[in-house]
């Protein structure tokens, strides 16, 4: 199965900030790559597919790079709607995997 | 308007069965794959398998021998059973919903998770 890799674990921002999460998948995944927000005691809602398309009603703050193994989601101009655990999740093979999660928290 | 609502027993005892079920409202029903995926407390996203209306299923290989997901088509709804269960099966579990086609395997809708907790 590939593993997905997220880091950092964490990372504190302040409000306004730019965010950079990295995501590396253990084998090519092409751009079948995803990216997800969740926040505690919710369900993780689609941001990001095909590694760089943002879904229906994301903000443009969000934005995905990447192909192959490395894959980047930015987060231009935090706002505090933002802050939560985003994962990254790879569907170019089965099993589908996600990656640990990286936790961008209020600096 | 797409939801998900899922329903299930919380609190099993260990050789248990987990059952969970999910009733899909709004949108198509047999242009996707219907999910499963838990979260560990703490930890990451596992995903578990899935099932179209047609009752093709994919499992990962690491519950495969546990797992059993069903569908119905008449009530748009599909279940998951998950056989002996112990507490490293303690998570919150989640329906989902998958597209067919170029994004095959993306997950674009969720349920609302079901804490499932497995303890004697």
């Known amino acids: 199965e590939i593993v997905m890799t997220q880091s950092p674990a964490t990372l504190s921002v302040s409000p306004g900030e730019r965010a950079t999460l990295s995501c590396r998948a253990s084998?090519?995944?092409?751009?079948?790559l995803a990216w997800y927000q969740q926040k505690p005691g919710q369900a993780p809602r689609l941001l990001i597919y095909?590694?760089?398309t943002r879904a229906t009603g994301i903000s443009a703050r969000f934005s995905g790079t990447g192909s192959g193994t490395e894959f980047t989601l930015t987060i231009s101009s935090l706002q505090s709607e933002d802050f939560g655990v985003y994962c990254c999740?790879?569907?170019?093979?089965?099993?589908?995997?996600f990656g640990g999660g990286t936790k961008v928290e209020i600096k | 308007q797409v939801q998900l609502q899922q329903w299930g027993a919380g609190l099993l005892k260990p050789s248990e069965t987990l059952s969970l079920t999910c009733a899909v409202y709004g949108g198509s029903f047999s242009n996707y794959y219907w999910t499963w995926i838990r979260q560990p407390p703490g930890k990451g996203l596992e995903w578990i398998g899935e099932?179209?209306?047609?009752?093709?299923?994919n499992y990962n290989p690491s519950l495969k021998s546990r797992v059993t997901a069903s569908v119905d088509t008449s009530k748009n709804q599909f279940s998951l059973r998950l056989s002996s269960v112990t507490a490293a099966d303690t998570a919150v579990y989640y329906c989902?919903?998958?597209?067919?086609?170029?994004?095959?395997?993306?997950?674009?809708?969720w349920g609302q998770g079901t804490l499932v907790t497995v303890s004697s």
């Open positions: 999740q790879q569907y170019n093979n089965w099993p589908l995997t």
């Open positions: 084998q090519s995944v092409s751009s079948n």
């Open positions: 099932i179209n209306h047609s009752e093709t299923t």
């Open positions: 095909g590694a760089s």
């Open positions: 989902a919903r998958g597209p067919v086609g170029a994004t095959r395997g993306l997950i674009d809708y």
